[in-house]
């Protein structure tokens, strides 16, 4: 088993490196980026947990991933909210049972379209509690299990939207910047025990969440006209960047905060209006005026 927070690199048939013998714990596997990712993970060797609410959605994606895996990997699910400690807990109990965990995946997230002045605290917590809670259990938990196995990595599945302002999107902002935040804190902290921490942030991606952006074409044009190399992200472009910087090439890579978005980070945030105008058309902000007493 790896020591001291670098993987060992171990040579596969095709000659590149493999993760065979780690074990990884991925949170929000049952599709998207979260099941490309135990996709790349498996497919290199490493034994994968897939942790979600959903079990049926879970089992599906489970049989996914066994159709790409290496013949040594072994995949199990385990189904819990990622914003409860005590499931979080349990489902690190399951992923260890036969094996210390190597690799941990923060990627459970949620959004929701709400400016600042017409949100209630419900829908802000709500956010919050999936997407930074979630991301500090997964840490909290997987990082003593990593750190009782000698070292290892860790890491989370941030957003864009942590770098770049989005217009009536303030409490997913929010979230996924104190993501990043807690990403170079938690690698600062826990080098001393061999994790090392690092993020990656998505620029739109073709997933089922993000089918809306997709389908309005005033909304993915912008998004177009934002990025350099002018195509969307796919779930593999993701998947990969989290395999490199949770595997033994990234060895002496901590805190970063790695954007995959084609370039958007350089530009601006993406143009929601279209969304904001149809569902909160009362709101002064979203209509651009503002009374003056």
């Avoid at 990627?107 to 991301?135: C, F, H, K, Y």
């Avoid at 073709?206 to 389908?215: C, Q």
């Amino acid at each position: 088993m790896a020591k001291a927070g670098h993987l060992e690199s171990v040579h596969g048939k095709d000659g590149g490196m493999n993760l065979r013998d780690q074990n990884a714990f991925v949170t929000g596997g049952g599709s998207g980026i979260g099941l490309a990712s135990a996709q790349a993970l498996a497919r290199d060797g490493a034994n994968v947990t897939l942790f979600g609410r959903n079990a049926e959605k879970l089992a599906r994606a489970a049989a996914l991933v066994a159709e790409v895996k290496s013949k040594s990997a072994e995949v199990r699910t385990f189904a819990g909210d990622v914003g409860d400690e005590v499931a979080v807990a349990a489902g690190i109990a399951e992923a260890t049972r036969d094996a210390p965990l190597t690799i941990a995946v923060a990627n459970a997230g949620a959004g929701t379209i709400a400016p600042l002045m017409s949100m209630n605290l419900e829908q802000w917590d709500a956010v919050l509690r999936t997407n930074l809670r979630g991301t500090v259990n997964t840490f909290k938990h997987a990082g003593r299990a990593i750190a009782a196995a000698g070292g290892g990595a860790m890491c989370a599945v941030s957003s864009i939207a942590g770098a770049r302002t989005h217009r009536f999107m303030s409490a997913y902002c929010a979230s996924k910047a104190a993501i990043d935040n807690l990403v170079q804190n938690a690698a600062d902290e826990l080098g001393a025990v061999g994790i090392r921490v690092n993020s990656v942030l998505p620029g739109l991606v073709d997933t089922e969440i993000a089918a809306g952006l997709f389908a309005t074409e005033e909304v993915y044009a912008d998004y177009l006209a934002c990025m350099p190399l002018g195509r969307a992200g796919t779930v593999d472009d993701i998947a990969s960047a989290v395999r490199f910087l949770c595997g033994p090439e990234s060895s002496w890579i901590t805190g970063v905060n790695l954007s995959v978005d084609g370039g958007h980070h350089l530009r601006r945030g993406p143009n929601y209006d279209v969304f904001s105008r149809m569902l909160f058309p009362d709101d002064p902000a979203v209509a651009g005026e503002v009374e003056q007493d």
